[in-house]
């Protein structure tokens, strides 16, 4: 099977590329499942100090597959889900993350920056988090998390309304270190993660931890997953996905609320 995430460690970094380009690295159940591994391991391996996320093509991710996204809501069984594994061990992470954008960041491209220590984004970036248009509910605790660093009103318009932003606004409400040109972005993004190789790692990862209220991280994401699952049996779901497929605009007006 073609490797959709590559998994690299040198001089204290663990790098992992999302290399599946030609589906703008959408996130399959596998890819979830590479990526969890590859934070379980950070945790315990001292050869790794700093983790760094990029990818490879015009798209940092396009978010979860939708084709498995419609798998589930048809009923099909894609196994357990990965997708919740890697949002838990984003949240529980105590090694530094840093985050290298290009291009989409969709859903979980999105909320996963929200985890991340230091996040750079190329001046092509766009962060999407387009969860009700999927008629889905927000996820990986960003339903506070982006509120608490974005302001309601913003954070609403993204998730109801799909509103993308762009790097410079995105910059500009606190959620990105700095925009730099699509050519320059992973020697930055590189610069900072090395930068943090050389600091003392306990000092960081105690740092990390007072800034984030971990057990809070971990009860919403719970309540996020509980109601996730259950959005992802919907009628409106189910519409929101076909239309995905059939490359139209969901219609939901025809639908009461399930
Ligand atoms: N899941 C599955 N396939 C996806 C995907 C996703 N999240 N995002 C893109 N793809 C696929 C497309 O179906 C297309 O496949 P095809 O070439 O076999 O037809 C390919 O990737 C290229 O995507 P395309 O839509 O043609 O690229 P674009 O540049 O016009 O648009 C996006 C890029 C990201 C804006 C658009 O693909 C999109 O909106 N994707 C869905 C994002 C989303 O809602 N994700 C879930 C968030 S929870």
Same mark, same amino acid.
């Given at each position: 099977?073609?490797?959709?995430?590559?998994?690299?460690?040198?001089?204290?970094?663990? =790098?992992?590329?999302? @290399?599946?380009?030609?589906? *703008?690295?959408a996130l399959?159940?596998e890819? +979830?499942?590479a990526?969890?591994e590859?934070?379980?391991?950070?945790?315990?391996?001292?050869?790794? $100090? &700093?983790?760094?996320?990029?990818? !490879?093509?015009?798209?940092? =991710?396009?978010?979860? !597959?939708?084709?498995?996204?419609?798998?589930? %809501?048809?009923? #099909?069984?894609?196994?357990? #889900?990965?997708?919740?594994?890697?949002? $838990?061990?984003? /949240? *529980?992470?105590?090694?530094?993350?840093?985050?290298?954008?290009? /291009?989409?960041?969709?859903?979980?491209?999105?909320?996963?920056?929200?985890?991340? !220590?230091? &996040?750079?984004?190329?001046? =092509? @970036?766009?962060?999407?988090?387009p969860?009700?248009?999927?008629?889905?509910?927000?996820?990986?605790a960003?339903?506070?998390?982006?509120?608490?660093?974005?302001?309601?009103?913003?954070? +609403? @318009?993204?998730?109801?309304? /799909?509103?993308p932003?762009?790097?410079?606004?995105?910059?500009?409400?606190?959620?990105?270190? %700095?925009?730099?040109?699509?050519?320059?972005?992973?020697?930055?993004?590189?610069? @900072?993660?090395?930068?943090?190789t050389? $600091?003392?790692? /306990?000092?960081?990862?105690?740092? *990390?931890?007072?800034?984030?209220?971990?057990?809070?991280?971990?009860?919403? =994401?719970?309540?996020?997953?509980?109601?996730?699952?259950? $959005?992802?049996?919907?009628?409106?779901?189910?519409e929101?996905?076909?239309?995905?497929?059939?490359?139209?605009k969901?219609?939901?007006?025809?639908?009461?609320? !399930?």
């Open positions: 099977m073609t490797q959709h995430v590559k998994t690299e460690v040198a001089g204290g970094i663990m =790098t992992m590329t999302l @290399a599946r380009p030609e589906k *703008k690295n399959s159940n890819m +979830y499942s990526m969890s590859g934070l379980e391991r950070a945790e315990k391996d001292p050869a790794v $100090r &700093v983790v760094l996320f990029q990818g !490879d093509g015009d798209s940092f =991710t396009s978010g979860n !597959d939708i084709t498995d996204f419609s798998a589930q %809501a048809n009923g #099909s069984n894609i196994g357990e #889900s990965q997708a919740f594994r890697f949002i $838990r061990n984003l /949240g *529980k992470a105590t090694r530094p993350l840093v985050a290298a954008v290009q /291009g989409n960041a969709v859903g979980v491209g999105t909320t996963m920056l929200l985890h991340c !220590d230091l &996040v750079f984004l190329a001046d =092509t @970036a766009k962060l999407m988090t969860f009700v248009n999927l008629a889905l509910v927000p996820e990986a960003s339903s506070w998390l982006l509120p608490a660093r974005i302001g309601h009103v913003r954070a +609403y @318009a993204m998730f109801a309304l /799909g509103q932003l762009d790097a410079a606004a995105a910059l500009a409400c606190g959620l990105a270190n %700095a925009v730099v040109p699509a050519a320059d972005l992973r020697a930055r993004a590189w610069q @900072a993660a090395e930068a943090l050389k $600091r003392p790692a /306990g000092s960081l990862s105690h740092t *990390k931890a007072l800034m984030r209220e971990m057990d809070k991280i971990a009860a919403q =994401t719970n309540r996020e997953s509980a109601l996730f699952a259950e $959005r992802l049996q919907t009628g409106e779901a189910r929101a996905f076909a239309a995905f497929a059939e490359r139209r969901p219609d939901f007006t025809n639908l009461t609320s !399930d």
